[in-house]
T-cell receptor
Framework: GNSVTQMEGPVTLSEEAFLTINCTYT??????LFWYVQYPGEGLQLLLK?????DKGSNKGFEATYRKETTSFHLEKGSVQVSDSAVYFC???????????FGDGTTLTVKP | GAGVSQSPSNKVTEKGKDVELRCDPI?????LYWYRQSLGQGLEFLIY????????KSGLPSDRFSAERTGGSVSTLTIQRTQQEDSAVYLC??????????????FGPGTRLLVL
């Protein structure tokens, strides 16, 4: 079956540091890949997505590239802010079915 | 607002009681999903509905769990004879179309269930 493995947290960074959260997946076919974010006290929301190999999703300074050869979708940001503190979830959606598979989430804390 | 809404926001119940959790998806969204998020864990898929098709129930953990969607809109997740291990946040999401695979899911705020 499908699976998503995320870098374990929690991750603590200083403001303006570089962020990488690793995500690898196992899937049959060609899934779509997503990063969702859950800010404190808020619901899950889409951060970015990519639907095919070599696509790059980007939003709010975050980027992730769909790498089929390494089955990865690592999340990066060049300079994090305190407001980026949240839980980040990597997910894949099977193109032949509706359900998505989520990673366990990575908690990011950014200190001023 | 126009987002996904869930009720109640919190539910405390005694072991062995039945509970019903409600989800109102975004108007016009044909796909609806239920997930469970236990403390410190990721999202566990439970069930999804797509239009008038038979729901995918493959994620339901036991026959104590069931869900229905009336009129292609509101959905109710029912847990019978609740157990302490059912304590979790239950999330509902909706999207325009499920089978396209790339559709963004819009999540509700969740129902926090505590079984004593």
């Amino acid at each position: 079956g499908n699976s998503v493995t995320q870098m374990e947290g929690p991750v603590t960074l200083s403001e303006e540091a570089f962020l990488t959260i690793n995500c690898t997946y196992t899937a049959t076919g060609y899934p779509s890949l997503f990063w969702y974010v859950q800010y404190p006290g808020e619901g899950l929301q889409l951060l970015l997505k990519a639907t095919k190999a070599d696509d790059k999703g980007s939003n709010k300074g975050f980027e992730a590239t769909y790498r089929k050869e390494t089955t990865s979708f690592h999340l990066e940001k060049g300079s994090v802010q305190v407001s980026d503190s949240a839980v980040y979830f990597c997910a894949l959606a099977d193109t032949n079915a509706g359900k998505s598979t989520f990673g366990d989430g990575t908690t990011l804390t950014v200190k001023p | 607002g126009a987002g996904v809404s869930q009720s109640p926001s919190n539910k405390v119940t005694e072991k062995g009681k039945d509970v019903e959790l409600r989800c109102d998806p975004i108007s016009g969204h044909t796909a609806l999903y239920w997930y469970r998020q236990s403390l410190g864990q990721g999202l566990e898929f439970l069930i999804y509905f797509q239009g008038n098709s038979a729901p995918d129930k493959s994620g339901l953990p036991s026959d104590r769990f069931s869900a229905e969607r009336t009129g292609g809109s509101v959905s109710t997740l029912t847990i019978q004879r609740t157990q302490q291990e059912d304590s979790a946040v239950y999330l509902c999401a909706s999207s325009l179309v499920a089978l396209a695979g790339a559709e963004t899911q819009y999540f509700g705020p969740g129902t926090r269930l505590l079984v004593l």
